[in-house]
């Protein structure tokens, strides 16, 4: 079984500042890692996944997420938040042992970058 | 996108209707799904396919039914629309990229029963 839980409905950042967007999960195998951001009327974008190799992984628009295996958690952060990054977070996951490549989801994140 | 188009972008029908939405892609990929998007509950698999006739369930597969006779497209039907369907609807397929797989998603489908 797998699953994704993210505890913030909303985070809110000013503009500048640095943002992170919390993200925990369950597997029982181990697991791939995805971030992925919706803008208003729009599909998921794919941001970054972390699959093996360096816990901290690069995405676009400046994101990266550290993967940490003892707190299984995989936040989502970036150094200067934009107004531009305001969107919908999604964090999601795949058991290694997951034959059809299936994602769960967590249940997303609004943020709010104010200028 | 992806080569992912979905149809139609925006449905109203009533209760008790079937209905059924389509997805097509352009590149040949064999994984595709369908996910429903709801307030609170991120995204959810209905169904999803890992080749032509080869079709399994997701986690809320209940009145809702998938085929696919060719490899391009993906066709989620609901038998008899009720309100509790009233969603968007996305599809996505699987590519393999550097390490591992990534999906990616259509521009997804906005179905309001009434």
């Known amino acids: 079984a797998q699953s994704v839980a993210q505890p913030e409905d909303q985070v809110n950042v000013a503009e500048g500042n640095p943002l992170t967007v919390k993200c925990t999960y369950s597997v029982s195998g181990n697991p791939y890692l995805f971030w992925y951001v919706q803008y208003p009327n729009r599909g998921l974008q794919f941001l970054l996944k972390y699959i093996t190799g360096d816990n901290l992984v690069k995405g676009s628009y400046g994101f990266e997420a550290e993967f940490n295996k003892s707190q299984t958690s995989f936040h989502l952060k970036k150094p200067s938040a934009l107004v531009s990054d305001s969107a919908l977070y999604f964090c999601?996951?795949?058991?290694?042992?997951?034959?059809?490549?299936?994602?769960?989801f967590g249940g997303g994140t609004r943020l709010m970058v104010k200028p | 996108d992806a080569g992912i188009t979905q149809s139609p972008r925006h449905k109203v029908t009533e209760t008790g209707t079937p209905v059924t939405l389509r997805c097509h892609q352009t590149?040949?990929?064999?994984?595709m799904y369908w996910y429903r998007q709801d307030p609170g509950h991120g995204l959810r698999l209905i169904h999803y396919s890992y080749g032509v006739k080869d079709t399994d369930k997701g986690e809320v597969s209940d009145g809702y039914s998938v085929s696919r006779s060719k490899t391009e497209d993906f066709l989620l039907t609901l038998e008899s629309a009720t309100s509790s369907q009233t969603s968007v609807y996305f599809c996505?397929?699987?590519?393999?990229?550097?390490?591992?797989?990534?999906?990616?998603f259509g521009p997804g489908t906005r179905l309001t029963v009434t």
């Open positions: 999601a996951v795949r058991d290694t042992d997951n034959a059809g490549n299936m994602l769960t």
């Open positions: 996505a397929i699987s590519e393999f990229m550097g390490k591992g797989y990534e999906q990616y």
């Open positions: 590149e040949n990929h064999r994984y």
